[in-house]
C-alpha cells in the first residue's frame, strides 16, 4: 500500500501531523506499507507516530516537519503518581492532542511522563496515560508541549527516509533524550533511519532505547540543545554510518547504557560543546571505523568512569581521525579495559600558539590493557601518550 501526503494534494491532505498520523495509520492497518511526504512545511503539535512494517519518506529537505511554539505551565496541584490528569496553573495554550511531558526538577529520564492531551477542561489537563511518578510544584513542577517529531514504540521493520525535522528549539522547552529525541524509537527492532536531517531540536537529535539492529545512515544532527545522536539502555547491534553531529549543545555521539556489538563508521562529530564520541556504562564490544572528531570542546573520545564490571571494555578503533578538540584525544577513565587503538591519526593541526588537544591518548590509573597500534600521534600541548599502554 502506498499513500501521499500533501499539503495541497494527495490522498491526504493538510499541514499538521493529524494528516500525516491519518495515512500512517491507514497504511499501518492494512498491513504495511509507505506512506510518501511531499513537499512543504507541516506544522507538529505532536508525534508522528510510527507503525510496524511503515515506511515513511519524505522529498529531502523539501520536506519539513516543524514542532509547533511550545505551550508550558506550572502546577496548580501537584501532580500524583497514577493520575491520568495535570492542574495547569495557565492552561490556555494547551489544546485536546498535544504531546506534553509532566516532570519537576526531582525527575528526569525515564521518571518523566510523555503524555497526549485527551481533553481540557477549566485548569485540568486529562492525559491518554497515567503519571510515571510524584511531581512536586514547589520543586519545580511543569507541565509543557514536548515530543518526538516522529516516534516508534514497539515498532518492528519501520524506515524513515528523506525527511527534514525542524525542532523550533528557540521556542521551546528540552524534553529528556531517554524518553525522546528529534526522531525516536523504544523497543524497537529492525528499523532503519536514513538520509534525514534534525535541526534545532530542544532536547537529543537522533535517539533509541531498548532496541536491536537499528541502522542510521547518511543523516545530520545540528544545532540540538543535547547530544546528537543518543543511542542507549540496551541498544544491540546498532549501526551508525556515514551520519554528521555538529555544533550540538551536547556530545557529538554519545552511547548510553549497554550499548553493544554497534557499528559506528564514516561518522563525523564536529564543533559539538561536549565529547566527539562518549562511552560509558557496559558499552562494550563495538567497533569504530574511519570516523573524524574534529573540533569538539571537551575530549574526542571520552570512557566515562565506571568500575570494572560496567566499564565500555572491548572497543576497537581504527582508522579513525581525532584532531584539534579541546581536551584530550583519547581519555580513558575509570577501570576500563581491553582498548584497541589502530591506524587512527590523533593531532592538532594548528599553529602552537592555538592548540587545545592537550594529550593524544591520556590511560587513568584504573584502565588496562590499552593497545596503541601504529597510530600517527603529534602536536599535543603536554604528551602524544600519557598512563600506562602498549604503544606499538
Known sequence: MHVRVGVSEGDFVGRTNAEIQQAIDAVGAYGGGTVEIGPGE?????????????????????TVLRKCDGAHSQFAVDADYGQKK???????????????????????GWHDTLATIT?????????DSALLSDYDGDAGGVVYNAFPLIGGWDVDSVVIEGICADGNRGSNLPINGCIGGGIYLHRARNCRIAD??????????????TTQNITVERCEVLRSTGIGFHPGTGSAQPVLRDCRAHANDGDGIFL??????GRFE????????????????????????GNVIRGNRQHGIYFRDEKASNAGSRNTFQQNVIEDNGDCGVFVAGQTTDLLFEANTIRDTR????????????VGEQAARVRAVRNRVANHVEADYRGEMAVE
Do not use: E
Request: charged share 20%.
Open 42 to 62: 507541516f506544522t507538529l503539535y505532536n508525534t508522528v507516530r510510527l507503525r510496524p512494517n511503515v515506511r515513511l519518506v519524505g522529498a529531502g529537505t523539501d
Open 256 to 261: 548510553c547504557w549497554r550499548v553493544q556489538d
Open 86 to 108: 495535570v492542574s495547569a496553573r495557565d492552561p490556555s495554550s494547551f489544546r485536546a492532542g498535544m504531546g506534553v511531558v509532566i516532570r519537576d526538577d526531582r525527575s528526569g
Open 351 to 362: 599553529a602552537a600558539n592555538a592548540r587545545t588537544q592537550r594529550i593524544g591518548i591520556c
Open 266 to 289: 564514516g561518522n563525523q562529530s564536529v564543533a559539538n560543546l561536549g565529547h566527539g564520541i562518549s562511552i560509558g556504562h557496559k558499552d562494550t564490544d563495538n567497533v569504530f571505523v
Open 196 to 209: 534525514c536531517i534534525v535541526r534545532d531540536f530542544a532536547g537529543d537529535g537522533i535517539s533509541f532505547q
Open 119 to 127: 481533553l481540557v477542561q477549566g485548569n485540568t489537563l486529562y492525559l
